[in-house]
């Protein structure tokens, strides 16, 4: 009989950390490879975590889109013996920016990797020596070519980041995006901070714009460790809370782009319908992000229904004004002149560097993990997630449009079976089964976020890896302002509004 | 052509006529009220549980430099001592002032004595500010884009967020301050032409927040410089930014 190659786990559930199965490296990337042959499987996250002082564990775990099953496997060496292993990269380039982060933690070398940058100048690196001042910029030697360097500080009120261009003339060649500025040692606080409060203000900190579908990630991942189950109005709630987000900075984001066409009546109504929404939140938890609403093990603001028609109120007054508005501006010549063909990403690229999200969306790649990989109020009610294929600005304003229209049909439809209310009150401590891996998954408004946690002998956190959507998608916009005008890179880069925090963590 | 006076005329009137007296909902929690009664259990909860550790105890005071207000300390006291009231107006201008003691009523957060002379000279009727988000989560980034849309219009008071430093009046923090962005907030700040003031904005910018105790941060820009005006909050409501800078300028 062969040796089982990988555990399989459903998005939400756990398993003993000596199930997972180790394999050899040369079994390791011949079962990545072999995986990954297959359209509907992509990899989720792929990291390291050290087992004692000198051995590490690398854990990988590769989602099967179509049977709602994830694949876990990892292999471990020595990393005093084994410093250099070769690069899956080259023949998977979706995997790239994961070895390339083990790379930078870990001091192993991927021979061959063809792109091995830092990722984000973490302060617990191996090489202190490599610094954000010495980044290794592609360079091509040119007369007729010039660089453009953008930032960290940007033009606006926004996150730092460096993008560096090089243009020929107006048009860009080629954008290299160097980030790590926003790096505040959030999973190594994981391990550091004692009480679940603590870790729950931590997890809504990931990313302030994703509030919801970051600590409902956490939550699901504690729960499943401790083997909690949380009541019908709780993850009625929580999945409401995520769709509204959802609406709220697609709004937001439309806004944001009129604001980069100088599309002034767009901007202006867009942001004030934007207020509606987020004040929806304030009204039910406190919060205008989300923030308090959802608690591991608990359901300290139930869906009742006081807070029902609260939000049915505000959608009434949201929905009408924002489809008069927005089914104008995408009338607009003007509007569509700027946003056709503008920035475009094929479905081949999106494929190749592993996009998630949104940005697979636009480029007609189903990948949803409200679909595919269910969880919350999605198990129940099957969800058909919208795509787009041109792949360019407009895609990615028409997408966010109709993705509102879906997700207020969804909030509806929440409301209108509301499970019976009941206020679980926050609990001070989990208790977590002792040796467990578990994953956990939820679609944010960027795309896939995914929260893998590994407990010791003792039942205490041993590691918490973070996956924000932008990992993968920065990747996408330095593909899309390719053969662009410089000029069109904030309309390209609004887009997507990927996050600077949740990248660098 | 008309359905543009149509989507005008359905949006209405958005704007908050006069932003220093309107008042938030009371779901809202703003600056907390800790009632004179002794603590006939002792059981010092709150002090344990405050995920920022920003409660005391004896006399029971709440740092709002710390404070990420998710309000559980209001629910875990057995005797409802400490209550969170919708005052938004918490800015400070001393780190002092950020404490709220129990039993002390209108406490005032703000100082106007201590006001640098040359700031409601030169910025009363004009200020122009650059941000530095510094490990920020992009939640105070988002309440501060909100400060200058349709609803607050901080615009109207001059106030206004540009794009560079050299034409800007001061810097504007967001986050805990980390290693990795040292030099760019550094450089920034220079290249403010002087005189020029400093705005911390959030728990993390003010005392690290949730992030104090990371390894990846480095805070000692705040050694070097002073502060002007403290603004609380996670992440900072806009009515709390605005009237906070309109306490200093004005």
């Not at chain 1, 939400?12 to 990954?36: A, D, R, W």
């Not at chain 1, 901070?193 to 900190?205: D, F, G, N």
Request: glycine content about 6%; hydrophobic content about 35%.
């Amino acid at each position: 009989m062969s040796q089982q190659k990988h555990i399989i786990l459903q998005n939400g559930s756990c398993c003993k950390v000596n199930e997972i199965p180790l394999l050899t490296y040369n079994q390791f990337t011949t079962h990545t490879l072999e995986l990954m042959t297959n359209p509907q499987c992509h990899c989720v996250n792929y990291y390291s975590y050290p087992v004692n002082e000198n051995a590490h564990r690398f854990i990988c775990c590769i989602a099967n889109d179509s049977k709602a099953e994830i694949y876990v496997y990892g292999w471990e060496c020595l990393l005093k013996e084994t410093p250099k292993v070769y690069s899956i990269t080259p023949a998977c380039p979706a995997l790239h920016i994961f070895e390339r982060e083990i790379s930078e933690n870990t001091g192993l070398i991927f021979e061959n990797h063809p792109w091995n940058k830092p990722v984000r100048w973490s302060f617990d690196r191996q090489d202190a020596t490599k610094v954000s001042d010495n980044y290794p910029f592609y360079r091509i030697e040119s007369e007729e070519l010039h660089q453009v360097g953008v930032g960290p500080i940007h033009a606006g009120i926004i996150e730092p980041g460096h993008f560096r261009f090089i243009c020929n003339g107006e048009k860009v060649l080629h954008l290299e995006i160097h980030l790590g500025y926003q790096h505040r040692g959030v999973e190594q606080l994981f391990l550091q901070k004692e009480t679940l409060a603590q870790q729950t203000i931590l997890a809504e900190s990931i990313a302030g714009d994703t509030v919801a579908a970051h600590t409902t990630a956490f939550a699901h991942a504690l729960e499943s460790l401790a083997g909690t189950e949380v009541s019908q109005n709780t993850i009625h709630s929580r999945t409401l809370a995520i769709e509204l987000e959802r609406v709220a900075i697609h709004t937001g984001d439309l806004s944001a782009l009129c604001t980069d066409i100088a599309y002034q009546p767009g901007a202006a109504v867009f942001q004030g319908l934007r207020t509606t929404l987020i004040n929806t939140f304030l009204t039910w938890c406190g919060n205008r992000f989300a923030r308090r609403l959802i608690r591991a093990g608990a359901n300290p603001f139930p869906l009742n229904i006081e807070i029902k028609e609260i939000i049915l109120k505000n959608l009434l007054a949201f929905e009408s004004r924002y489809i008069e508005m927005a089914e104008y501006m995408f009338d607009a010549p003007g509007v569509l002149a700027r946003f056709e063909d503008t920035g475009i990403v094929t479905e081949e690229q999106a494929r190749l560097i592993g996009a998630v999200g949104m940005a697979a969306r636009t480029c007609d790649i189903r990948r949803d993990i409200r679909s595919s990989h269910p969880y919350g109020w999605f198990l129940k009610k099957a969800h058909h997630p919208v795509c787009h294929h041109s792949g360019d600005v407009y895609a990615r304003a028409i997408l966010r449009h109709n993705e509102v229209k879906q997700s207020l049909s969804y909030i509806r439809k929440m409301l209108e079976d509301l499970p019976e209310e009941d206020a679980i009150p926050n609990k001070a401590e989990l208790a977590f089964t002792p040796d467990s891996f578990t994953i956990s998954m939820t679609e944010g408004w960027r795309g896939e976020i995914c929260h893998c946690a590994i407990t010791d002998s003792s039942g205490k956190l041993k590691h918490y890896k973070i996956k924000d959507p932008s990992l993968h998608n920065w990747f996408a916009l330095a593909l899309a302002v390719r053969n662009n005008d410089i000029s069109d890179f904030p309309i390209c880069n609004k887009s997507f509004d990927l996050s600077y925090c949740g990248y660098d963590l | 052509m008309f359905t543009i006076f149509n989507i005008i005329k359905h949006q209405g009137k958005q704007y908050i006529p006069d932003v220093t007296k309107v008042t938030l909902p009371a779901y809202h929690p703003g600056k907390p009220h800790i009632e004179n009664k002794l603590c006939s259990q002792n059981c010092n909860d709150c002090v344990q549980h405050c995920p920022v550790k920003a409660i005391d105890n004896s006399p029971l005071r709440i740092d709002l430099s710390k404070c990420v207000f998710c309000s559980d300390c209001e629910n875990i006291c057995p005797e409802k001592k400490i209550q969170f009231t919708p005052d938004f107006k918490i800015a400070s201008n001393t780190l002092e002032n950020l404490v709220v003691t129990e039993g002390i009523i209108n406490s005032t957060f703000f100082n106007p004595d201590i006001i640098r002379k040359e700031i409601k000279r030169c910025f009363g009727r004009s200020l122009k500010l650059r941000l530095v988000s510094n490990g920020s989560c992009n939640g105070c980034e988002l309440e501060l884009n909100a400060a200058g849309n349709v609803n607050f219009d901080m615009g109207r008071y001059g106030i206004e967020f540009l794009a560079s430093p050299r034409h800007c009046d001061g810097v504007v923090i967001t986050g805990p301050l980390v290693k990795n962005s040292e030099q760019a907030l550094e450089l920034t700040y220079k290249a403010i032409p002087q005189p020029r003031i400093i705005i911390l904005v959030g728990a993390c910018a003010i005392s690290g927040g949730i992030f104090a105790d990371s390894s990846a941060l480095n805070r000692s820009f705040l050694d070097k410089y002073k502060p002007d005006l403290y603004i609380p909050g996670c992440p900072v409501h806009p009515l709390t930014f605005i009237n906070g800078i309109l306490e200093l300028i004005k």
